[in-house]
Every structure is written in C-alpha cells, then in structure tokens.
C-alpha cells in the first residue's frame, strides 16, 4: 500500500519556498543570522551529538560505526543526537545515496532529536558568516588556479596581500604560525601548525562550492553541537575547523575520532574502494557487528531498536579500540 501523503509533501515545499524568499531579503538575512545564534545559545545543553553523513555514496559499514558511536556516546550521556545531511559539494553527490542514508537510518530504528538538516539548504546562512569574515579581514580572494599550485600542499600566501575582488575567486582564510592543540578523547594529544602545514585553506571555491570545514563549522555552531563523534579521517581536518571556529567565536567542542575500518587492500572502506552499501534486511546482524567493532559488550539479536536500547545501556567509550584504525577486515 503506498500512502505517499502529496499534499504533506506540498506543503513542505511551499513552506521552504516561502523561508527562501524571505531569506534572500538583506536584512532579514543579518536577523535570521542573529536569531539562529541565539536560539543555539539557548539551546545549548550539557551534551548535544551529531551524525552528519555526505551524500557521496550509500552507507557503508563504517558510515555505521560512526553513527552507532555518535548515537550511544549522545545517549548514553543523556544527550540529544541530531542528524545533518552534508552535501555542500553539489558535483560529487552520488544519485540516490540522500535516500540511502535517510533509509538506513529508519531501517536501523535510530531516533533523531529533531529535523534532518540539509545543508545545501542553509547556503545562505554560509555566505553571511563569509561576509562576516570578510569584514574582519579573516579571509581573501585568491586567483591561482591548480595548475598554478602544483603538487605543493601547502599555500604560499601568493595573493594574501592582493585585495583581489571576491566575486568569481577562491575565498580562503588566513592561518597564523601557532601551535594548534586539542585533547581527543580516543586518540590522545593532537597539535598541529597549520601555517607549516597547510597554509592559508579554502571555504569557498572559485565554482561557489562552499567548502566542508565551513559548513561544518557553521552548523556545528547553530546546532548548539558539544560532541563530535566520527572517523578517523577526519582528524586532520579537526585543527582546521577549532581555528575558523576560534576566529568567529564559537565555543570548543569535545572530539573522538573513531578507529576506521579497513578493507582486505587495508583501505579504509569509503565508496572510493568499493565498500558495500549497507544492506537494510540484515540491519540487526549488521548492528550486532558494528557494536562488538566498536569494543562493547555483545547485544541480543532483536529489533534494531532494542538492540540499540541495549547499546546504550552498556555503553563505554574507554572500551573502543585506540589508534586510527580497527584490525579486523571488513567490506
Ligand atoms: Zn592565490
């Protein structure tokens, strides 16, 4: 029987019609921006935890793991757990993978506390923490294109001091020689210099793509996030995104990278390397690995929801493995 609710669907979208109509007007635009603080002030409580998937593939085991963790660590401590869907980067989302990720997460009985997010639907609210950059002097226009850059990692500050216009170029944000450093709550101690290391990065590029550490960073912030809780790969990333944050004033949030889980190659499983899509029919004995993965005591086969129930209630985070990666081999 299909029950496909049209007139639910339509007013959704008039809804979200009308909140982008009134969005592009200027100056609700800087009070939207301003309410949205202050409602995640308001908002911020003792633990807030995320899972925010990009549509770039369909979930894979790992794409498990994290939202298991991420799930159990925000429960466990009496937290809310919110889902956002991150798919800034137009170009490489993958047909169908949205629905994939929004059907796994059914399928696998987590509950939300509160609406999805899309972030391809907030590209506003980026561009107003951009032109607040902007008029701090944070951020530049740079023109080098990637042949110009070559294989070199690290930008040089070629147009740092060009006061190129912004339209049609790359935004990055300036970066200082200082050690930036956070306690992980798996991995340890990380520091990193991101001047030696990177120099001044990207958030937005030249296509108008908004760059993840900007987004992420933005939403991080308007959600009223404490925990973040996702892979390894990730932690790179991490120093990145407490300096922008730091910039704009957002409060520090409290990371744990989780160990990846690693192909027979000894890649880590990533669509990229062909990882399987997370069948939905086996969502308990999917559940039941992903949990022992994690180093939690074992749970009963059940309905996903009692399982993850169970999850909860035995849940301790000193228990996951450390290091970047897990020593089993999945697919
Ligand atoms: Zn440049």
Redesign the pocket.
């Known amino acids: 029987m299909s029950n496909p609710l049209p007139e639910n669907h339509s007013f959704s979208l008039a809804q979200r019609q009308s909140d982008a109509l009134l969005n592009r007007l200027p100056e609700n635009q800087s009070f939207s921006l301003a309410q949205r603080q202050s409602d995640a002030l308001l908002n911020r409580c003792s633990y807030i935890g995320r899972f925010a998937p990009s549509p770039t593939g369909p979930l894979h085991f790992g794409s498990l793991l994290t939202a298991v963790a991420s799930y159990c660590d925000a429960k466990a401590n009496h937290g809310k757990w919110l889902v956002r869907i991150e798919d800034t980067d137009i170009p490489r989302i993958y047909p169908n993978s949205e629905a994939h990720i929004l059907a796994c997460i059914d399928a696998f009985q987590f509950e939300p506390d509160g609406e999805i997010i899309f972030q391809k639907d907030r590209l506003d609210i980026y561009e107003q923490v951009l032109e607040q950059l902007k008029s701090s002097q944070a951020i530049y226009a740079?023109?080098?294109t990637r042949k110009?850059?070559g294989s070199n990692h690290i930008?040089a500050?070629?147009?740092?001091n060009?006061h190129l216009d912004f339209a049609q170029q790359?935004i990055?944000l300036k970066v200082t020689d200082q050690p930036i450093c956070f306690e992980d709550r798996l991995q340890g101690q990380q520091c990193s210099n991101l001047e030696y290391e990177l120099g001044d990065f990207v958030l937005k590029r030249r296509d108008g793509i908004i760059s993840y550490q900007l987004a992420v960073v933005v939403d991080d912030y308007l959600q009223a996030i404490t925990h973040v809780v996702r892979g390894a790969d990730l932690l790179d990333n991490t120093a990145r995104q407490i300096w922008l944050g730091s910039l704009l004033d957002y409060p520090l949030l409290s990371y744990m990278h989780l160990p990846l889980a690693m192909n027979e190659q000894g890649q880590k499983l990533s669509k990229q390397n062909l990882a399987q899509a997370l069948d939905i029919s086996k969502a308990p004995t999917l559940l039941q690995h992903a949990i022992l993965a994690l180093g939690q005591p074992q749970v009963e086969l059940d309905q996903p929801r009692v399982m993850l129930q169970q999850a909860v209630q035995q849940w301790d985070a000193n228990l996951i493995p450390k290091g970047h990666q897990l020593t089993g081999i999945y697919q």
Do not use: K
């Open positions: 740079c023109q080098c110009m850059l930008y500050g070629t147009c740092r060009l790359a990055r």
